[in-house]
């Protein structure tokens, strides 16, 4: 267990839907990224935040967004979903900015029908 | 950019053997982290082994080890004795020194551990 939570393990949804993820950092981490698992793309950087601040970004579509609250727990939103937003996403969280190691959350499955 | 290719999709080892899975990077920077994850079909990414670009030693974890050849752009992973529950996916990934922290991740190999 690394310490990461995520929430829900699994969704099921519509095309043109929205949903939202969640995500707990390790208790204590002020870092938290997102990254999709995909079948065509592989593993892909998503985005990064620290502190509540967004420091980074990847290769994220413009439907989607994220936040980082003050309590250091982020969401994930989805909007208009298609269907090859279907993947697996994961957070991870690390104490700080620079640190090396990322803890990976168990991942939300999410299947757009 | 940087890139990281995993040149073999799949591969099998009988158990108490040893496998290598392979992975090569490409980076003008020197400093530099790389790392090993194991997926297993929980789909949980487990961290394996990590080496820092800036030391020489291999590092090991247990019966995991890497062979970090840094002027080749090359860190493979080495498992031995390989035990039932090594079958996984095994992503090896790069994290840059400085600036951009995400991880950049290849493609993986699937290993198979046959009994």
């Known amino acids: 267990d690394s310490g990461v939570t995520q929430t829900p393990k699994h969704l099921i949804t519509a095309t043109g839907q929205r949903v939202t993820l969640r995500c707990s950092p390790r208790?204590?981490?002020?870092?938290v990224y997102w990254y999709q698992q995909s079948l065509d793309q592989g593993l892909q950087f998503l985005i990064q935040y620290y502190n509540g601040e967004e420091r980074a970004k990847g290769n994220i579509l413009e439907r989607f967004s994220a936040q980082q609250f003050p309590d250091l727990h982020s969401e994930l939103n989805l909007s208009s979903l298609e269907l090859g937003d279907s993947a697996l996403y994961f957070c991870a969280s690390t104490l700080g900015l620079a640190e090396e190691t990322q803890y990976f959350g168990p991942g939300t499955r999410l299947l757009v029908l | 950019a940087q890139t990281v290719t995993q040149s073999q999709p799949e591969m099998s080892v009988q158990e108490a053997e040893t496998v290598t899975l392979s992975c090569t990077y490409d980076?003008?920077?020197?400093?530099?982290?790389l790392f090993w994850y194991k997926q297993p079909p929980s789909r949980q990414m487990i961290l394996v082994i990590r080496?820092?670009?800036?030391?020489?030693q291999n590092a090991t974890e247990n019966r995991f080890s890497v062979n970090f050849q840094k002027a080749a752009k090359s860190f493979s992973l080495k498992i031995s004795d390989s035990q039932l529950g090594d079958t996984a996916m095994y992503f090896c990934?790069?994290?840059?020194?400085?600036?951009?922290?995400?991880?950049?991740f290849g493609k993986g190999t699937k290993l198979s551990v046959i009994p």
């Open positions: 980076t003008s920077e020197n400093n530099y982290y």
């Open positions: 080496q820092e670009a800036y030391k020489q």
């Open positions: 990934a790069f994290r840059s020194g400085a600036g951009s922290y995400q991880l950049t």
């Open positions: 208790s204590g981490d002020l870092s």
